[in-house]
């Protein structure tokens, strides 16, 4: 079995910074991609940023210059530096996982609880 767990998120004013934490443990071989998705109320699960093992990363046009995702490879985590944080960014954020288990022929796709990021103006 394997786990997401997020933590960071909170409440935040217009301008201010956040950082999420997304630890993966379990029975892990390999994990390939990790990324952080959002959704608001009434609206989809979007993509925010991904990052592959090589440490290539996307994202969405409207965070970037502002959002930042790392990981550290060595104790399965990847991290979101979320600055110039607008109302906009208020969301659940979800950490997401492809990830080869032990003893698995295949790679399985993982979702985090979701941790909540309120932006006041």
């Known amino acids: 079995q394997v786990q997401l767990v997020e933590s960071g998120g909170g409440l935040v004013q217009t301008g201010g910074s956040l950082r999420l934490s997304c630890a993966a443990s379990?029975?892990?071989?390999?994990?390939?991609?990790m990324g952080w998705y959002r959704q608001s109320p009434g609206k989809e699960r979007d993509l925010v940023a991904d990052?592959?093992?090589?440490?290539?990363?996307n994202y969405a046009d409207s965070v970037k210059g502002r959002f930042t995702i790392t990981r550290d490879n060595a104790k399965n985590t990847v991290y979101l530096q979320m600055n110039s944080l607008k109302p906009e960014d208020t969301a659940v954020y979800y950490c997401?996982?492809?990830?080869?288990?032990?003893?698995?022929?295949?790679?399985?796709?993982?979702w985090g609880q979701g941790t909540q990021v309120t932006v006041s103006s």
């Open positions: 990052i592959t093992t090589s440490g290539g990363t």
């Open positions: 379990g029975s892990i071989f390999s994990i390939n991609t």
């Open positions: 997401n996982a492809d990830v080869k288990p032990h003893f698995q022929w295949s790679s399985y796709n993982y």
